[in-house]
T-cell receptor, first 116, second 111 residues
Framework: GAVVSQHPSRVICKSGTSVKIECRSLDFQATTMFWYRQFPKKSLMLMATSNEGSKATYEQGVEKDKFLINHASLTLSTLTVTSAHPEDSSFYIC????????????FGSGTQLSVL | GENVEQHPSTLSVQEGDSAVIKCTYSDSASNYFPWYKQELGKRPQLIIDIRSNVGEKKDQRIAVTLNKTAKHFSLHITETQPEDSAVYFCAASYTGNQFYFGTGTSLTVIP
Protein backbone atom coordinates (compact mmCIF):
# COMPACT_ATOMS: atom_id res chain seq x y z
CA GLY A 1 0.00 0.00 0.00
CA ALA A 2 0.84 3.66 -0.08
CA VAL A 3 3.36 5.03 2.42
CA VAL A 4 2.88 8.11 4.54
CA SER A 5 5.86 9.39 6.47
CA GLN A 6 5.46 11.65 9.51
CA HIS A 7 8.18 13.47 11.45
CA PRO A 8 9.12 13.92 14.16
CA SER A 9 7.82 10.88 15.99
CA ARG A 10 8.27 12.51 19.35
CA VAL A 11 8.87 16.08 20.44
CA ILE A 12 9.17 17.75 23.80
CA CYS A 13 8.96 21.52 23.91
CA LYS A 14 8.60 24.36 26.35
CA SER A 15 5.32 26.14 26.81
CA GLY A 16 4.99 29.08 24.44
CA THR A 17 7.11 27.65 21.66
CA SER A 18 5.91 26.44 18.27
CA VAL A 19 6.27 22.96 16.90
CA LYS A 20 6.08 21.87 13.26
CA ILE A 21 5.03 18.38 12.24
CA GLU A 22 5.59 17.15 8.69
CA CYS A 23 3.53 14.62 6.80
CA ARG A 24 4.76 13.30 3.46
CA SER A 25 3.23 10.93 0.95
CA LEU A 26 6.23 8.97 -0.29
CA ASP A 27 4.96 7.08 -3.32
CA PHE A 28 1.80 8.88 -4.33
CA GLN A 29 0.45 12.38 -4.66
CA ALA A 30 -2.00 13.59 -2.09
CA THR A 31 -4.12 16.61 -2.89
CA THR A 32 -5.81 16.06 0.44
CA MET A 33 -4.41 15.11 3.81
CA PHE A 34 -6.16 14.78 7.13
CA TRP A 35 -4.84 15.70 10.53
CA TYR A 36 -6.08 13.88 13.60
CA ARG A 37 -5.51 14.20 17.30
CA GLN A 38 -5.64 11.12 19.48
CA PHE A 39 -5.76 11.01 23.26
CA PRO A 40 -4.63 7.86 25.10
CA LYS A 41 -7.00 5.00 24.45
CA LYS A 42 -9.32 7.37 22.64
CA SER A 43 -10.52 7.77 19.12
CA LEU A 44 -9.06 9.74 16.26
CA MET A 45 -10.49 13.22 16.31
CA LEU A 46 -10.43 14.92 12.93
CA MET A 47 -8.87 18.34 13.33
CA ALA A 48 -8.64 19.59 9.79
CA THR A 49 -8.51 18.66 6.14
CA SER A 50 -5.44 19.93 4.36
CA ASN A 51 -5.90 20.85 0.71
CA GLU A 52 -2.97 21.32 -1.64
CA GLY A 53 -2.75 24.88 -2.86
CA SER A 54 -5.66 26.18 -0.82
CA LYS A 55 -6.72 26.83 2.73
CA ALA A 56 -7.28 24.00 5.12
CA THR A 57 -10.77 23.15 6.32
CA TYR A 58 -10.97 23.04 10.09
CA GLU A 59 -13.44 21.06 12.15
CA GLN A 60 -15.66 22.89 14.56
CA GLY A 61 -13.88 23.81 17.75
CA VAL A 62 -10.36 23.65 16.28
CA GLU A 63 -8.53 26.97 16.42
CA LYS A 64 -7.15 27.92 13.02
CA ASP A 65 -4.59 30.29 14.47
CA LYS A 66 -3.45 27.69 16.95
CA PHE A 67 -3.01 24.82 14.52
CA LEU A 68 -1.56 26.18 11.31
CA ILE A 69 -1.74 23.88 8.32
CA ASN A 70 0.20 24.30 5.12
CA HIS A 71 -0.13 21.98 2.14
CA ALA A 72 2.35 23.52 -0.25
CA SER A 73 2.95 20.53 -2.50
CA LEU A 74 1.26 17.32 -3.56
CA THR A 75 3.43 15.30 -1.19
CA LEU A 76 3.82 17.48 1.87
CA SER A 77 1.51 18.86 4.51
CA THR A 78 2.66 20.48 7.73
CA LEU A 79 0.91 21.14 11.01
CA THR A 80 2.35 23.83 13.24
CA VAL A 81 1.20 24.02 16.81
CA THR A 82 1.75 27.65 17.71
CA SER A 83 2.43 28.92 21.22
CA ALA A 84 2.06 25.42 22.56
CA HIS A 85 0.66 24.86 26.02
CA PRO A 86 0.51 21.71 28.17
CA GLU A 87 -3.08 21.07 27.12
CA ASP A 88 -1.83 20.72 23.55
CA SER A 89 0.12 17.64 24.57
CA SER A 90 -1.27 14.77 22.55
CA PHE A 91 -0.64 12.29 19.79
CA TYR A 92 -1.04 13.92 16.37
CA ILE A 93 -1.37 11.74 13.33
CA CYS A 94 -1.75 12.58 9.68
CA UNK A 95 -3.26 10.53 6.91
CA UNK A 96 -3.77 10.70 3.18
CA UNK A 97 -6.24 8.95 0.91
CA UNK A 98 -5.04 6.92 -2.01
CA UNK A 99 -6.32 4.16 -4.24
CA UNK A 100 -8.72 3.95 -7.15
CA UNK A 101 -11.42 6.15 -5.61
CA UNK A 102 -9.11 7.87 -3.19
CA UNK A 103 -10.80 5.96 -0.40
CA UNK A 104 -7.97 3.99 1.11
CA UNK A 105 -6.68 6.02 4.01
CA UNK A 106 -3.04 5.61 4.92
CA PHE A 107 -1.65 6.92 8.16
CA GLY A 108 1.61 8.42 9.21
CA SER A 109 3.31 6.97 12.26
CA GLY A 110 2.16 9.83 14.46
CA THR A 111 3.85 12.47 16.58
CA GLN A 112 3.74 12.43 20.35
CA LEU A 113 3.87 16.04 21.49
CA SER A 114 4.68 16.83 25.09
CA VAL A 115 4.56 20.46 26.18
CA LEU A 116 6.27 21.23 29.45
CA GLY B 1 -20.79 16.52 9.97
CA GLU B 2 -20.96 12.78 10.28
CA ASN B 3 -21.33 11.17 13.71
CA VAL B 4 -20.04 7.63 14.14
CA GLU B 5 -20.77 5.66 17.27
CA GLN B 6 -18.99 2.43 18.14
CA HIS B 7 -19.71 -0.29 20.67
CA PRO B 8 -18.44 -1.83 22.81
CA SER B 9 -15.53 0.28 24.01
CA THR B 10 -13.80 -2.78 25.43
CA LEU B 11 -14.18 -6.42 24.55
CA SER B 12 -12.51 -9.51 25.97
CA VAL B 13 -12.87 -12.90 24.36
CA GLN B 14 -11.30 -16.29 24.79
CA GLU B 15 -8.95 -17.40 22.08
CA GLY B 16 -10.90 -19.15 19.37
CA ASP B 17 -14.15 -17.35 20.08
CA SER B 18 -15.70 -14.73 17.84
CA ALA B 19 -15.68 -10.98 18.38
CA VAL B 20 -18.25 -8.53 17.07
CA ILE B 21 -17.92 -4.76 17.03
CA LYS B 22 -20.79 -2.54 15.95
CA CYS B 23 -20.95 0.98 14.56
CA THR B 24 -23.71 3.36 13.57
CA TYR B 25 -23.46 6.46 11.44
CA SER B 26 -25.70 9.45 10.96
CA ASP B 27 -25.09 10.79 7.47
CA SER B 28 -26.94 8.81 4.81
CA ALA B 29 -24.55 10.23 2.20
CA SER B 30 -21.65 8.22 3.64
CA ASN B 31 -20.82 5.45 1.21
CA TYR B 32 -17.55 3.96 2.33
CA PHE B 33 -16.91 2.20 5.63
CA PRO B 34 -13.40 1.05 6.50
CA TRP B 35 -12.16 -0.69 9.62
CA TYR B 36 -8.76 -0.01 11.10
CA LYS B 37 -6.65 -1.93 13.57
CA GLN B 38 -4.24 -0.02 15.77
CA GLU B 39 -1.70 -1.85 17.84
CA LEU B 40 -0.15 -0.09 20.79
CA GLY B 41 2.19 2.66 19.66
CA LYS B 42 1.62 1.99 15.98
CA ARG B 43 -0.31 3.64 13.21
CA PRO B 44 -3.81 2.47 12.30
CA GLN B 45 -3.85 -0.12 9.54
CA LEU B 46 -6.74 -0.79 7.22
CA ILE B 47 -7.98 -4.35 7.68
CA ILE B 48 -11.21 -4.43 5.70
CA ASP B 49 -13.64 -2.04 4.09
CA ILE B 50 -17.07 -2.06 2.50
CA ARG B 51 -18.89 0.20 0.13
CA SER B 52 -22.53 1.12 0.44
CA ASN B 53 -23.60 -0.95 -2.54
CA VAL B 54 -22.49 -4.16 -0.82
CA GLY B 55 -24.12 -5.83 2.18
CA GLU B 56 -21.30 -8.09 3.29
CA LYS B 57 -17.63 -8.66 2.65
CA LYS B 58 -15.33 -11.33 3.99
CA ASP B 59 -11.57 -11.74 4.11
CA GLN B 60 -10.47 -14.94 5.81
CA ARG B 61 -11.35 -14.59 9.50
CA ILE B 62 -12.64 -11.06 9.17
CA ALA B 63 -16.01 -10.01 7.81
CA VAL B 64 -17.95 -6.78 7.69
CA THR B 65 -21.69 -6.36 7.28
CA LEU B 66 -23.55 -3.20 6.34
CA ASN B 67 -27.19 -2.29 6.82
CA LYS B 68 -27.59 0.90 4.86
CA THR B 69 -31.23 1.37 5.81
CA ALA B 70 -30.49 1.21 9.51
CA LYS B 71 -27.17 2.99 9.08
CA HIS B 72 -25.12 0.46 10.94
CA PHE B 73 -22.21 -1.79 10.11
CA SER B 74 -20.35 -4.44 12.05
CA LEU B 75 -16.97 -6.12 12.16
CA HIS B 76 -16.85 -9.85 12.81
CA ILE B 77 -13.65 -11.65 13.74
CA THR B 78 -13.86 -15.41 13.96
CA GLU B 79 -11.42 -17.84 15.55
CA THR B 80 -9.74 -15.03 17.41
CA GLN B 81 -6.03 -15.22 18.16
CA PRO B 82 -3.90 -13.31 20.69
CA GLU B 83 -2.41 -11.26 17.87
CA ASP B 84 -5.88 -9.89 17.16
CA SER B 85 -5.61 -7.93 20.41
CA ALA B 86 -5.61 -4.25 19.47
CA VAL B 87 -7.85 -1.22 19.23
CA TYR B 88 -10.26 -1.33 16.32
CA PHE B 89 -11.80 1.73 14.75
CA CYS B 90 -14.67 1.97 12.34
CA ALA B 91 -15.02 4.94 10.06
CA ALA B 92 -17.48 6.48 7.64
CA SER B 93 -16.65 8.52 4.60
CA TYR B 94 -18.27 10.03 1.56
CA THR B 95 -16.10 9.20 -1.44
CA GLY B 96 -12.91 9.91 0.46
CA ASN B 97 -13.97 13.37 1.52
CA GLN B 98 -13.19 13.36 5.23
CA PHE B 99 -13.15 10.27 7.35
CA TYR B 100 -15.00 10.21 10.64
CA PHE B 101 -13.97 7.61 13.14
CA GLY B 102 -15.80 5.74 15.83
CA THR B 103 -14.60 5.89 19.41
CA GLY B 104 -12.65 2.65 19.16
CA THR B 105 -12.91 -0.81 20.68
CA SER B 106 -10.10 -2.26 22.70
CA LEU B 107 -10.13 -5.98 21.97
CA THR B 108 -8.29 -8.41 24.21
CA VAL B 109 -8.00 -12.03 23.20
CA ILE B 110 -7.25 -14.20 26.21
CA PRO B 111 -5.02 -17.19 25.44
Amino acid sequence: GAVVSQHPSRVICKSGTSVKIECRSLDFQATTMFWYRQFPKKSLMLMATSNEGSKATYEQGVEKDKFLINHASLTLSTLTVTSAHPEDSSFYICSAPSGLRNEKLFFGSGTQLSVL
Amino acid sequence: GENVEQHPSTLSVQEGDSAVIKCTYSDSASNYFPWYKQELGKRPQLIIDIRSNVGEKKDQRIAVTLNKTAKHFSLHITETQPEDSAVYFCAASYTGNQFYFGTGTSLTVIP
